[in-house]
């Protein structure tokens, strides 16, 4: 099973998804804002595989800290959390990362992170790139409509 970062301010949400999560067998480390989580994810001697994000965090945003995730492992399977009104249901970015509206069904919850789980054991089974080949960069930007999300690779 994979290592699971939750970012989550509310703490009773972030105590319900670890709890889920770790009653599954996940190894669950969870943390209640953008600044802290990457300080604690630079710290990690193994990485988490899944980064479980809110949108709206104190610090540093959920924008922010996936890219600076992306920006130091562009492997890493990203769900981002939103109780943006624009976002319906869920939604995969053309940058690989999964949106899902806030409120979120339990078992929708845990069927995405299952999903994310198989991708991360099938890239550990195929082991198609090695960690250290051409690594592509993802940048976020503020515009006048919010935040984009911009891929560059080799």
Known sequence: MCKIMIVEDNNHIRTLFKNILKN????????????????????????????VVDYRLPTLNGLELTQEILNRDPSSRILMITGDPKINGSVETEYGIKLRAKPIHM???????DLLNEEVESDRKEDVLP?????????VQENEIGYELKIYGE
């Open 24 to 51: 599954r067998g996940y190894d669950i480390v969870d943390v209640a804002d953008g600044g802290k989580a990457i300080k604690i994810y630079d710290s990690m001697a193994q990485k988490p595989e899944i980064i």
């Open 107 to 113: 078992d929708d919850f845990v069927s995405e992170i």
């Open 131 to 139: 960690k250290t080949s051409g690594r592509n960069r993802y940048f």
